[in-house]
C-alpha cells in the first residue's frame, strides 16, 4: 500500500510537470492579449462611452405633477424619458414645420419664452408630433405680462360661496388676475422644461444649426440633433388615488413605496408680548393678528421668486415688526400683536386654514374670540403714486358692531398716513376682498379686518405666479460695480418706498393696541429693508443672513432664492423668516452655548414664554472665525399642513388637498441620432456577428481536443 502510495504520488508530480511545461500553439498569445484587453477597457468607468455621446443639461428645472381632490396636473415623460428631435421655434411659423411640414417626428421643441402661452402649448398638447418642450427665459421680461395662474386665485377655498356673498363668488365682481392663463393648471402628457442656462441655450441652438436646419425647403440629413428629458412622475389621477395607495402601500408593504406627499411645511409667528406658546391665552385678552403669506409659485417647480406676491410684503411686515419692538412702551399696551408669516397660501390657503383649525380645536394658545381685528399686508411694491388700498369684506361689513370695529380700524390706519409718501384710499363697500390669508378667519368667525394692497382692483403685479416675478418686476435697482457686500448695503428706491409702507403699518398697529404717545419715533429702518430685500430676492448666501442663522443651517443659503412651499420642511424661506424676525424683534442675552441650547439649565429663563437660538455671529474683526451669541425672542413654528390630512378626509371641499407626485430623476440631455435605416443594418450587422461568435464558440467547442491537444514530449517514458 506504502508503494502504491508512493506512486500515487509521482503520478500528480509527472502531472505537474506535464502542466508546467506546457506549450501553447503561438496563435493563443495575441488571443490572450486580446482577452486583457477587453477586461482592462470594462473595468474602465463605464460611462465613458456615455460622457462622448451626451451633453447632459445641468441647469434645469422640470415641470412637475400636482395632485388636488379631482384634478391632476402638471406635466410628466415616460417611464424611460422621452426623445425627439430638437427644432427651434422663436415665432409662430416655426410651428407649422413641427406640426405638419418636417418630417422626422417626434419633435422636441425649444420654444422662445416670448411664446410660452397657452395658445401655442393648447396647439402642442393636441398633437402626437411633439415629445416634449424646453423653454427659454425671454429677456427682457414679456412686456405683455405673463402669469400661468388662474383669473381667480384660490376660488373655493375663500370665504364667498353661495352661502356667504354668492354675488362675490368666483371672481364675478372682480376678476382679479386677469392676465392669468391658467396653464399651470393645465395637465400635460409630455415633459416641459425651463432652460435657466442661457450658454446650455446656446448650446442647443448651436446643435440644432449644425445639424437640423431645413435645407431649401426639405428635411435635414442625418445624423440629426435629439433631446432627451426624464421626468416620469408616480401619482396619477388625484390625491384621493394616490393618498389612497400610500395607505394601501404602508398597509401591506414590508418596503412600502410613496408615490405622492401633501405640501406642507410651517407657519412662523411672534408677539409683541410674550405668551405661553404652550397654554392657553386667557378669553379677556385681545390680541391684533399682523398677516401676509411666505410662498409663491410658477409653472416650474422650484422656481418662484415671488418678488411682488409674496417678498414685498413679508419684508414690509418683518421691518414693522422691527419698528414696533423698538418702541420704549408696548410692554403697556392693552392688547397684543401677533405677526404671522403663513405657508403654501398659493394652494387654496393651507396656512391660514390650518391656524384656523388648530385655534378651533384649542391645539394654539390664541382662540378666535381672542381676535380683536386683522390687518394683512398683500402685494405692496407697485404702487400708483403713493396710494395703498384699504380692502374690506362688504358683508360682514353689514353687521353694524364689526362695521363700527371696522371703520375705526380704517381711520386709524389713514390718520397714521398722515405726512407719509403713502396715503391710504379705501377700496369701496362694494367690492369683496381680494385673494388673501384674511378670508379663511372670516369663514369661521366675523372678525374687523383690513387687506392692504398696491391694487384698487385688478393686479398691479403683471407677473403673479410666474418665474418673471422678479427683482426687475418691483423695479429694485443697483448701480453698476458694487460688490456683493455693497449691494447687500445699497439702499434702492424699492426699499425706501417698502420702508414707508412699514412705517404706516407699524405706527397704525401702535394705536390700535392702545398706545398713546406720540408715533413719529416709530420708523421702518430702509437698511434692513434692503438687506432683506438682497438677501430674499437676489442672494440669500450673504454676511447677514449667515450672522444670523444657526451653524447646523448654514447648508439652506443657496445662491438664487426661491419661495415654493414643497413637501420637505421646514424650507429655507421658513427657517430665514424665523431668524430674520428673531434678529430684528428679539434680544441678545448673555448665555453660554450650553446655556443656551438647553435653557432649563440657566435660571430665569421662561422657557415657557421665550425661544432661544444660538446662531453663527458676524465674522471677527482680521479673523476667519465667527463671533457666535444667544438670541432670545417670541418667535415660534407650527405646522402648515392642510388639515385634510389630518382628518383623512382627501377628497375635502372645504381644506387644501395639494400633493406633489414623487419620482425617480429629473435629468434631462442632447445628442446625435443617427437614421432609422442606419440604426437597423446597425442591428442586423450586430445579430450576425452574434449568430457567427455562437457559432464559431461551438466549433471550437467540438474540436476543442484537437484544438487544444498538448504535443508529446518525445523524452518521456511511459509506464
Avoid at 240 to 252: A, D, E, G, K, L
Avoid at 445 to 457: E, K, N
Avoid at 519 to 544: C, E
Avoid at 615 to 639: A, E, I, M
Wanted: hydrophobic share 40%; proline share 6%; with cysteine.
Amino acid at each position: 500500500m506504502a508503494a502504491a502510495a508512493a506512486g500515487r504520488a509521482r503520478s500528480r508530480r509527472g502531472m505537474a510537470a506535464a502542466a508546467g511545461s506546457l506549450r501553447l500553439p503561438a496563435w493563443c498569445g495575441p488571443l490572450r492579449g486580446l482577452l486583457l484587453a477587453v477586461l482592462a477597457a470594462g473595468s474602465c468607468h463605464g460611462n465613458s462611452v456615455e460622457r462622448k455621446i451626451y451633453i447632459p443639461l445641468n441647469k434645469t428645472a422640470p415641470c412637475v405633477r400636482l395632485l388636488n381632490a379631482t384634478h391632476q396636473i402638471g406635466c410628466q415623460s415616460s417611464i424611460s424619458g422621452d426623445t425627439g428631435v430638437i427644432h427651434v421655434v422663436e415665432k409662430e411659423e416655426d410651428l407649422n414645420w413641427v406640426l405638419a411640414d418636417g418630417p422626422h417626428p417626434p419633435y422636441m421643441i425649444l420654444l422662445d419664452g416670448n411664446l410660452f402661452n397657452r395658445k401655442v402649448l393648447m396647439q402642442l398638447k393636441g398633437t402626437s408630433r411633439v415629445s416634449g418642450l424646453a423653454v427659454s427665459i425671454a429677456k427682457p421680461n414679456p412686456p405683455q405680462g405673463f402669469s400661468p395662474g388662474l383669473k381667480c386665485p384660490n376660488d373655493g377655498f375663500g370665504v364667498y360661496s353661495k352661502d356667504y356673498g354668492p354675488q362675490y363668488a368666483h371672481c364675478n365682481t372682480t376678476v382679479w388676475n386677469p392676465l392669468g392663463s391658467g396653464i399651470s393648471y393645465e395637465d400635460f402628457d409630455f415633459p416641459i422644461f425651463l432652460l435657466e442656462d442661457a450658454n446650455e441655450t446656446q448650446v442647443i441652438k448651436q446643435c440644432y444649426q449644425d445639424h437640423n436646419v431645413p435645407r431649401d425647403g426639405s428635411g435635414p440629413e442625418y445624423p440629426l440633433c435629439a433631446m432627451q428629458l426624464f421626468s416620469h412622475m408616480h401619482a396619477v389621477t388625484s390625491t384621493v388615488t394616490c393618498m389612497r395607495r400610500n395607505s394601501i402601500q404602508n398597509t401591506f408593504s414590508i418596503n412600502p413605496e410613496t408615490v405622492c406627499d401633501p405640501l406642507l411645511d410651517y407657519n412662523v409667528w411672534s408677539t409683541l408680548q410674550p405668551i405661553n406658546s404652550s397654554g392657553k391665552v386667557d378669553r379677556e385678552k385681545e390680541v391684533i393678528i399682523v398677516a401676509t403669506r411666505i410662498d409663491s409659485h410658477s409653472f416650474f417647480w422650484n422656481i418662484a421668486p415671488g418678488a411682488e406676491s409674496a417678498v414685498s410684503s413679508f419684508v414690509t411686515h418683518l421691518a414693522a415688526a422691527e419698528a414696533l419692538h423698538k418702541a420704549s412702551d408696548v410692554h403697556l399696551l392693552q392688547r397684543n400683536i401677533m405677526f404671522t408669516f403663513f405657508q403654501g397660501e398659493t394652494f387654496d390657503y393651507i396656512g391660514s386654514s390650518r391656524m384656523v383649525y388648530d385655534m378651533e380645536k384649542d391645539k394654539f394658545p390664541l382662540r378666535l374670540d381672542n381676535i380683536h381685528s386683522f390687518v394683512e399686508l398683500n402685494q405692496v411694491a407697485l404702487r400708483n403714486g403713493s396710494v395703498l388700498w384699504m380692502h374690506t369684506d362688504p358683508v360682514s361689513w353689514m353687521n353694524e358692531s364689526v362695521q363700527t370695529q371696522v371703520r375705526n380700524l380704517l381711520d386709524i390706519l389713514s390718520n397714521s398716513s398722515v405726512g407719509a409718501n403713502v396715503t391710504l384710499q379705501e377700496a369701496g363697500y362694494s367690492q369683496p376682498l381680494p385673494p388673501s390669508s384674511f378670508q379663511r378667519f372670516l369663514r369661521a368667525r366675523h372678525i374687523p379686518g383690513v387687506v392692504l394692497t398696491d391694487h384698487q382692483a385688478a393686479f398691479q403685479n403683471r407677473y403673479y405666479q410666474s418665474m418673471y416675478d422678479t427683482p426687475e418686476n418691483i423695479r429694485m435697482q443697483y448701480p453698476e460695480g458694487l460688490s456683493p457686500e455693497e449691494t447687500l448695503e445699497y439702499v434702492t428706491d424699492t426699499a425706501e418706498s417698502l420702508a414707508e409702507v412699514a412705517t404706516v403699518v407699524a405706527r397704525a398697529l401702535y394705536r390700535l393696541a392702545g398706545g398713546a404717545n406720540n408715533t413719529s419715533a416709530i420708523q421702518a429702518d430702509p437698511k434692513t429693508v434692503t438687506r432683506m430685500l438682497y438677501g430674499f430676492l437676489i442672494k440669500m448666501n450673504n454676511s447677514w443672513f449667515q450672522s444670523i442663522i444657526k451653524p447646523d443651517l448654514k447648508g439652506i443659503l443657496g445662491d438664487v432664492p426661491q419661495h415654493y412651499v414643497a413637501v420637505s420642511s421646514p424650507v429655507n424661506t421658513t427657517y430665514l423668516v424665523q431668524y430674520v424676525l428673531a434678529n430684528l424683534t428679539g434680544t441678545v442675552v448673555n448665555l453660554t452655548k450650553e446655556e443656551c441650547l438647553n435653557p432649563d439649565k440657566a435660571p430665569n429663563t421662561e422657557k415657557e414664554l421665550y425661544d432661544y437660538a444660538w446662531v453663527q455671529g458676524s465674522l471677527d474683526p482680521n479673523s476667519t472665525t465667527r463671533v457666535p451669541y444667544c438670541v432670545r425672542s417670541t418667535v415660534h413654528l407650527t405646522k402648515a399642513l392642510s388639515p385634510a390630512f389630518e382628518l383623512r378626509q382627501w377628497g375635502s371641499t372645504e381644506y387644501s388637498t395639494w400633493t406633489e407626485s414623487r419620482w425617480k430623476e429629473i435629468r434631462a440631455r442632447i445628442f446625435l441620432v443617427a437614421s432609422k435605416e442606419l440604426e437597423i443594418i446597425t442591428l442586423v450587422v450586430g445579430i450576425a456577428i452574434l449568430v457567427f461568435s455562437l457559432l464559431a464558440t461551438h466549433f471550437i467547442n467540438a474540436k476543442a481536443d484537437v484544438l487544444f491537444s498538448i504535443p508529446r514530449d518525445p523524452g518521456a517514458v511511459a509506464y
